[in-house]
């Protein structure tokens, strides 16, 4: 959701009483530190994926004879590049 939408979003709100507001806010501030830790955590495995996905080569230019190929992994490709040069 961009910033213009959160901003349209706002009248959903604007009509609980008081109360209602502090218990949404009592609430949010309750789930807010598991949903962080959450989102920490999947951040960092996605990061640890790339990386490795990076070092395997799953992000190269495909080599000349991919299409001879089609069922090699990415890496296998790379290395018997590499051995056969």
């Known amino acids: 959701m961009g910033v213009a939408e959160e901003f349209l979003d706002q009248d959903e709100f604007a009509d609980l009483?008081?109360?209602e507001l502090?218990?949404?806010e009592v609430?949010?501030?309750r789930r807010w530190p598991a949903i962080r830790e959450e989102h920490q955590r999947v951040?960092?495995?996605r990061r640890k994926v790339k990386r490795e996905s990076l070092r395997c080569g799953?992000?190269?230019s495909p080599l000349y004879?991919?299409?001879a190929e089609p069922?090699?992994?990415p890496s296998k490709k790379l290395k018997s590049a590499l051995?056969?040069?």
């Open 17 to 19: 009483s008081d109360d």
């Open 22 to 24: 502090l218990e949404r």
């Open 27 to 29: 609430e949010l501030d």
């Open 43 to 45: 951040y960092r495995e």
């Open 58 to 60: 799953l992000f190269l």
């Open 65 to 67: 004879d991919d299409d």
């Open 71 to 73: 069922n090699v992994s």
């Open 83 to 85: 051995a056969e040069s």
